[in-house]
């Protein structure tokens, strides 16, 4: 095959999800398209990598010219709480449902020794320097409810203890709109130990 | 958001396939990669497109320097033979099995109706004028087997009856591992009407 078509397919082999396969499609879909779409997709990459960095603070995501992220500097928001979440998708995500007016803190990652990442190789250190500032009342633990999720949960919600915060984590339960029937049993025992009361 | 990342994943989400989760997932991929990564895959997808046209002869991918390419211009391959394929993805798998030696033809679509593509709209003339020097004893078919393949394979045999070739299709059948059971009934029926002698 032509070099830079192969050199093409590798790079883009590289991306998450993007399997051999998906790699040589989108290739040949991308030198079929005029040389001004594919200039504005290349660019976009370049331009999207070049003005973002990441909040010095919380570890959001912000555009280069301000360190802080708009969730830090928004006065508005409750900075008693900080939500903590495993990476920038997860703050997307929270945002969009407007149900969170509190602060950040992202961690980039989840303890995972089968992977071989400790709790050095993500935020924790940070999160505790901030608990440390004395003005959080409360960590709600974001993390997601799979294996490496809960541990960093438990891991954390250990080292906060002597910060006298209170510590929280996000309800278990059976997602709205879904089937009793189809929901797995560990998901249906957490739904029934978390009941809450309706009146 | 930031804008330069709202570009980015609306530009990654018009690749076929790529939905608007998976751009996002990308986008945030791309910018927490070093920036020389980033600057590589922006690099070779220009590069890319630079350096790829496509066959003046048969439409398949060639390098810009060679304006034929190389399956057309190779001496070895019977050009007594033209396979039609719909796009060049499909040149790449029939070549990944070894099994065919002679030319292609590279139609670079189906006729379909329904998305107001006709057959003006894919390279069949380009085709017939191939069939008029003359030198061509067989058209091998081999569009899709669904039904907008099927239908531009019959537009094409009849438009290329004049010319006094002979005109074959890809079998249809059971695929090899596949099993009788899961076969679907239209695949089955093909698979017992061609039916070959063992002996």
Redesign the interface.
Known sequence: ?????E??IS??SH????GAK?A??????????D?ES???????????????TFCSVCGN???VAHPVCSVCTDARRDDSIICVVR???DV?AIERVHEYRGKYHVLGGTISPMNGRGPDDIAIAPLLKRLEKGNVKELLLATNPDIEGEATALYIAKLAKPYNVRVTRIAHGVPVGGDLEYTDDVTLARAIAGRRDLF
Chains 1, 2 share one sequence.
């Open positions: 095959m032509i070099e830079p078509i050199q093409l790079q883009l991306l998450p999800g993007i998906t040589q499609r989108l290739a040949l879909h991308i030198v079929q398209q040389a594919v200039r504005e997709l290349a660019v976009s990459i370049y331009q999207a990598k070049k003005s973002v995501m912000t555009d990476d920038v998708r997307m």
